[in-house]
Protein backbone atom coordinates (compact mmCIF):
# COMPACT_ATOMS: atom_id res chain seq x y z
CA UNK A 1 0.00 0.00 0.00
CA UNK A 2 3.04 2.43 0.89
CA UNK A 3 4.21 1.98 -2.98
CA UNK A 4 0.43 2.75 -4.01
CA UNK A 5 0.50 5.88 -1.84
CA UNK A 6 3.72 7.67 -2.88
CA UNK A 7 3.32 7.62 -6.73
CA UNK A 8 0.18 9.64 -5.61
CA UNK A 9 1.10 13.59 -6.70
CA UNK A 10 2.12 14.47 -2.65
CA UNK A 11 3.50 17.85 -3.28
CA UNK A 12 -0.17 19.35 -4.33
CA UNK A 13 -2.03 17.50 -1.20
CA UNK A 14 -1.92 19.07 2.61
CA UNK A 15 -0.99 17.03 5.58
CA UNK A 16 -4.81 15.55 6.33
CA UNK A 17 -5.05 15.02 2.24
CA UNK A 18 -1.85 12.66 2.49
CA UNK A 19 -2.72 10.75 6.26
CA UNK A 20 -6.28 10.45 4.22
CA UNK A 21 -4.90 9.36 1.10
CA UNK A 22 -2.72 6.67 3.26
CA UNK A 23 -5.57 5.12 5.01
CA UNK A 24 -7.27 4.73 1.86
CA UNK A 25 -4.61 3.10 0.11
CA UNK A 26 -4.07 0.62 2.84
CA UNK A 27 -7.24 -0.47 3.42
CA UNK A 28 -7.60 0.99 7.09
CA UNK A 29 -11.18 3.10 6.46
CA UNK A 30 -12.97 3.77 3.53
CA UNK A 31 -13.56 6.94 1.10
CA UNK A 32 -17.18 7.77 3.59
CA UNK A 33 -14.97 7.78 6.22
CA UNK A 34 -12.38 10.35 5.15
CA UNK A 35 -14.54 12.38 3.18
CA UNK A 36 -18.11 12.51 5.14
CA UNK A 37 -16.76 15.03 7.97
CA UNK A 38 -16.27 17.97 5.87
CA UNK A 39 -19.56 17.32 3.91
CA UNK A 40 -17.31 16.66 0.46
CA UNK A 41 -15.90 20.28 0.47
CA UNK A 42 -12.60 21.78 0.64
CA UNK A 43 -11.51 21.14 4.22
CA UNK A 44 -9.64 24.38 4.79
CA UNK A 45 -12.21 26.77 2.84
CA UNK A 46 -15.15 24.81 5.30
CA UNK A 47 -12.57 25.30 8.32
CA UNK A 48 -11.80 28.70 7.72
CA UNK A 49 -15.95 29.50 7.34
CA UNK A 50 -16.75 27.79 10.53
CA UNK A 51 -13.98 29.89 11.93
CA UNK A 52 -15.17 32.88 11.27
CA UNK A 53 -18.60 32.18 11.32
CA UNK A 54 -18.24 30.58 14.84
CA UNK A 55 -17.14 32.90 17.75
CA UNK A 56 -17.61 32.57 20.94
CA UNK A 57 -19.43 35.83 21.28
CA UNK A 58 -21.64 34.54 19.06
CA UNK A 59 -23.19 32.34 21.53
CA UNK A 60 -26.66 32.67 23.12
CA UNK A 61 -27.82 31.86 26.32
CA UNK A 62 -28.62 29.00 27.48
CA UNK A 63 -25.38 28.37 27.80
CA UNK A 64 -24.36 24.89 28.52
CA UNK A 65 -22.26 24.23 32.47
CA UNK A 66 -18.56 23.27 30.60
CA UNK A 67 -18.95 25.84 27.76
CA UNK A 68 -16.30 28.43 28.16
CA UNK A 69 -12.93 28.91 29.83
CA UNK A 70 -11.33 26.32 32.02
CA UNK A 71 -9.98 29.14 34.59
CA UNK A 72 -8.72 26.71 37.07
CA UNK A 73 -6.47 23.48 36.59
CA UNK A 74 -8.87 20.81 36.19
CA UNK A 75 -5.39 17.98 36.62
CA UNK A 76 -4.75 19.22 40.26
CA UNK A 77 -8.22 17.99 41.51
CA UNK A 78 -7.74 14.07 41.79
CA UNK A 79 -11.26 13.57 41.39
CA UNK A 80 -11.61 15.17 38.00
CA UNK A 81 -12.94 14.12 35.54
CA UNK A 82 -16.30 15.06 37.01
CA UNK A 83 -19.06 11.56 36.59
CA UNK A 84 -20.50 12.44 33.14
CA UNK A 85 -24.57 11.84 33.94
CA UNK A 86 -24.68 11.14 30.18
CA UNK A 87 -21.81 9.77 28.68
CA UNK A 88 -23.76 8.65 25.51
CA UNK A 89 -25.27 12.11 24.62
CA UNK A 90 -24.49 14.54 21.89
CA UNK A 91 -23.48 18.33 21.47
CA UNK A 92 -25.82 20.12 18.73
CA UNK A 93 -25.83 23.37 17.84
CA UNK A 94 -28.31 25.88 15.81
CA UNK A 95 -28.32 28.62 13.83
CA UNK A 96 -30.53 31.95 15.15
CA UNK A 97 -31.88 34.89 12.57
CA UNK A 98 -30.40 37.43 15.45
CA UNK A 99 -27.07 38.99 14.05
CA UNK A 100 -24.28 40.80 15.34
CA UNK A 101 -23.37 43.92 14.24
CA UNK A 102 -21.18 42.48 11.04
CA UNK A 103 -24.01 40.13 10.14
CA UNK A 104 -22.70 37.11 11.45
CA UNK A 105 -25.89 34.57 12.58
CA UNK A 106 -25.94 33.94 16.56
CA UNK A 107 -25.87 30.46 17.46
CA UNK A 108 -27.03 27.58 20.44
CA UNK A 109 -24.89 25.19 21.38
CA UNK A 110 -27.11 22.40 23.71
CA UNK A 111 -26.69 19.14 24.97
CA UNK A 112 -28.89 15.95 24.14
CA UNK A 113 -29.64 12.84 25.27
CA UNK A 114 -29.52 11.26 21.60
CA UNK A 115 -28.99 12.32 18.03
CA UNK A 116 -32.90 11.91 17.41
CA UNK A 117 -33.82 14.70 20.34
CA UNK A 118 -31.30 16.89 18.53
CA UNK A 119 -32.95 16.47 15.65
CA UNK A 120 -36.42 16.59 16.58
CA UNK A 121 -35.29 19.85 17.49
CA UNK A 122 -33.87 21.40 14.66
CA UNK A 123 -30.09 20.89 16.11
CA UNK A 124 -27.38 20.13 14.11
CA UNK A 125 -25.22 17.39 15.83
CA UNK A 126 -21.56 19.03 16.42
CA UNK A 127 -19.55 16.32 18.20
CA UNK A 128 -20.22 13.35 20.38
CA UNK A 129 -20.46 13.72 24.46
CA UNK A 130 -21.77 16.80 26.11
CA UNK A 131 -20.34 20.65 25.72
CA UNK A 132 -17.31 22.00 26.72
CA UNK A 133 -14.23 24.30 26.24
CA UNK A 134 -13.35 23.53 22.55
CA UNK A 135 -17.30 22.66 21.23
CA UNK A 136 -17.67 26.52 19.69
CA UNK A 137 -17.74 26.10 15.65
CA UNK A 138 -14.70 28.36 15.62
CA UNK A 139 -13.09 25.20 17.19
CA UNK A 140 -14.49 22.95 14.60
CA UNK A 141 -13.53 24.76 11.67
CA UNK A 142 -9.46 24.70 13.73
CA UNK A 143 -9.57 20.94 13.86
CA UNK A 144 -11.49 20.56 10.47
CA UNK A 145 -8.52 22.56 8.41
CA UNK A 146 -5.24 21.30 9.01
CA UNK A 147 -3.11 18.76 10.97
CA UNK A 148 -3.03 20.11 14.53
CA UNK A 149 -0.75 17.18 15.73
CA UNK A 150 2.77 19.07 15.00
CA UNK A 151 1.47 22.52 15.59
CA UNK A 152 0.35 21.76 18.88
CA UNK A 153 3.39 20.05 19.98
CA UNK A 154 5.45 22.93 18.48
CA UNK A 155 2.98 25.01 21.08
CA UNK A 156 3.71 22.96 23.85
CA UNK A 157 7.91 23.43 23.51
CA UNK A 158 7.19 27.30 23.16
CA UNK A 159 5.74 26.93 26.45
CA UNK A 160 8.91 25.68 28.00
CA UNK A 161 10.36 29.14 27.68
CA UNK A 162 7.27 31.14 28.13
CA UNK A 163 3.56 30.59 29.07
CA UNK A 164 2.34 33.60 26.49
CA UNK A 165 4.38 32.48 24.00
CA UNK A 166 2.18 28.59 24.45
CA UNK A 167 -1.16 30.86 24.46
CA UNK A 168 -0.21 32.90 21.54
CA UNK A 169 0.48 29.86 19.89
CA UNK A 170 -2.37 28.41 20.24
CA UNK A 171 -4.30 31.45 19.23
CA UNK A 172 -2.60 31.71 16.53
CA UNK A 173 -3.60 28.25 15.08
CA UNK A 174 -7.19 29.78 15.69
CA UNK A 175 -8.45 28.25 18.46
CA UNK A 176 -10.98 30.30 20.56
CA UNK A 177 -9.89 31.23 24.20
CA UNK A 178 -11.98 29.34 25.99
CA UNK A 179 -10.44 26.20 23.99
CA UNK A 180 -7.10 27.27 24.49
CA UNK A 181 -7.08 27.31 28.03
CA UNK A 182 -7.63 23.42 28.37
CA UNK A 183 -4.95 23.32 25.92
CA UNK A 184 -2.70 24.63 28.32
CA UNK A 185 -3.79 22.44 30.81
CA UNK A 186 -3.81 19.69 28.75
CA UNK A 187 -0.04 20.85 27.71
CA UNK A 188 1.24 21.86 31.28
CA UNK A 189 0.05 18.50 32.96
CA UNK A 190 1.79 16.49 29.89
CA UNK A 191 5.08 18.31 30.61
CA UNK A 192 4.90 17.74 34.09
CA UNK A 193 4.24 14.14 34.10
CA UNK A 194 5.82 12.82 30.70
CA UNK A 195 8.79 15.36 30.00
CA UNK A 196 11.42 12.46 29.88
CA UNK A 197 9.44 9.94 27.46
CA UNK A 198 7.92 13.11 25.04
CA UNK A 199 11.81 14.67 25.34
CA UNK A 200 12.96 11.60 23.73
CA UNK A 201 10.48 11.26 21.09
CA UNK A 202 10.92 14.71 20.05
CA UNK A 203 14.79 14.26 19.48
CA UNK A 204 14.57 10.87 18.01
CA UNK A 205 11.71 12.30 15.52
CA UNK A 206 9.70 9.07 16.70
CA UNK A 207 6.90 8.45 14.49
CA UNK A 208 3.46 8.77 16.28
CA UNK A 209 2.62 5.03 16.07
CA UNK A 210 4.33 2.07 16.38
CA UNK A 211 4.59 -0.77 13.90
CA UNK A 212 1.76 -2.54 15.44
CA UNK A 213 -0.25 0.77 15.07
CA UNK A 214 -0.07 1.60 19.11
CA UNK A 215 0.91 5.00 19.50
CA UNK A 216 4.07 5.87 20.64
CA UNK A 217 5.49 6.25 24.49
CA UNK A 218 5.11 9.70 24.46
CA UNK A 219 1.74 9.98 22.83
CA UNK A 220 0.41 7.10 25.10
CA UNK A 221 1.62 8.98 28.68
CA UNK A 222 -0.55 12.08 27.28
CA UNK A 223 -3.40 9.73 26.21
CA UNK A 224 -3.11 8.36 29.67
CA UNK A 225 -2.37 11.28 32.22
CA UNK A 226 -4.12 14.09 30.40
CA UNK A 227 -6.45 12.60 28.13
CA UNK A 228 -9.81 11.86 30.54
CA UNK A 229 -9.17 15.89 31.66
CA UNK A 230 -8.62 16.93 28.06
CA UNK A 231 -11.74 15.07 26.79
CA UNK A 232 -14.44 15.75 29.50
CA UNK A 233 -13.56 19.61 29.87
CA UNK A 234 -12.89 20.61 26.07
CA UNK A 235 -16.19 18.59 25.29
CA UNK A 236 -15.20 18.18 21.30
CA UNK A 237 -12.14 16.43 20.30
CA UNK A 238 -11.16 15.31 16.66
CA UNK A 239 -12.02 11.85 17.11
CA UNK A 240 -15.63 12.95 18.27
CA UNK A 241 -16.10 15.41 15.65
CA UNK A 242 -15.66 12.86 13.37
CA UNK A 243 -11.94 14.27 11.89
CA UNK A 244 -9.00 12.10 11.16
CA UNK A 245 -5.38 13.37 12.19
CA UNK A 246 -1.77 12.19 11.62
CA UNK A 247 -2.28 9.83 14.83
CA UNK A 248 -3.82 6.91 13.70
CA UNK A 249 -6.80 5.66 15.34
CA UNK A 250 -8.42 2.74 14.73
CA UNK A 251 -11.71 3.34 12.67
CA UNK A 252 -14.63 2.48 15.39
CA UNK A 253 -12.89 5.52 17.77
CA UNK A 254 -13.84 8.48 15.56
CA UNK A 255 -17.31 9.06 15.23
CA UNK A 256 -18.57 9.33 12.01
CA UNK A 257 -20.69 11.99 11.15
CA UNK A 258 -20.40 15.00 9.09
CA UNK A 259 -20.58 18.87 9.54
CA UNK A 260 -22.92 20.66 6.62
CA UNK A 261 -24.52 23.02 8.47
CA UNK A 262 -23.03 26.41 7.25
CA UNK A 263 -25.44 29.15 5.67
CA UNK A 264 -24.85 31.44 2.55
CA UNK A 265 -21.80 30.93 0.57
CA UNK A 266 -18.33 28.78 1.79
Known sequence: CLIHFYKRRMNKMSSIEIFAALLLSCGLVSSDQILRDACGQDRVKLGDWFVAHGSPDLILDPVPQYVGSVDEDPYADPENPPDDPNTRGFCAMQWSEETNEAGLRKYWLKNFPNETAAQHEDYFITHKGHCGACS???????????????????????????????????????????????????????KAECFAVCVWSYITNEPFNKPDGSLNDCLQCDEDKSGPNFKFFAGRTRRNSGITSSIYRPPDTIYNMEHCYWYGDL
Open 136 to 190: YIQDLGVYIRQNLTSATRECGILGSLSHNLMRNCLLDLGFSLPCVTIWEWNILNT
